[in-house]
């Protein structure tokens, strides 16, 4: 990520549920993007984006909150393993976009935005 830390005193100065609402968009974005063979390297990006915001955020979270955005942040390494053998199947890319989907809903919620 380039400005990792201009970057990350901008995102911090939004309040909790903003930024969680921002790591959902980008999983929002992910789903989005699945659909089409040349973004493969939008997701990469989203991805990498997402584990930034991630560790961000965590220490400004309650418990219950901290312990998912771990689970996502997990989620997402294993993403980024896979990603490659996913992206050539077209039934393995549509689980993944399901999977994000479904990730991006949960986080929303979870912000108190919706």
């Not at 970057?7 to 790591?23: A, W």
């Not at 974005?29 to 560790?55: G, V």
């Amino acid at each position: 990520m380039k400005n990792a830390e201009e970057i990350k005193k901008r995102y911090l100065k939004d309040e909790l549920p903003i930024r969680l609402g921002g790591i959902a968009a980008n999983l929002a974005r992910m789903y989005s993007f699945s659909s089409n063979d040349n973004h493969l390297r939008a997701i990469e990006s989203l991805l990498d984006e997402s584990k930034y915001y991630i560790e961000w955020t965590v220490r400004d979270a309650t418990i219950e909150v901290q312990g998912y955005l771990i689970q996502l942040q997990i989620q997402l390494a294993l993403w980024q393993v896979q990603l490659m053998r996913v992206w050539t199947d077209a039934n393995k890319r549509q689980s993944f976009a399901n999977d994000v989907n479904k990730w991006s809903q949960e986080l929303l919620e979870l912000s108190g935005l919706m």
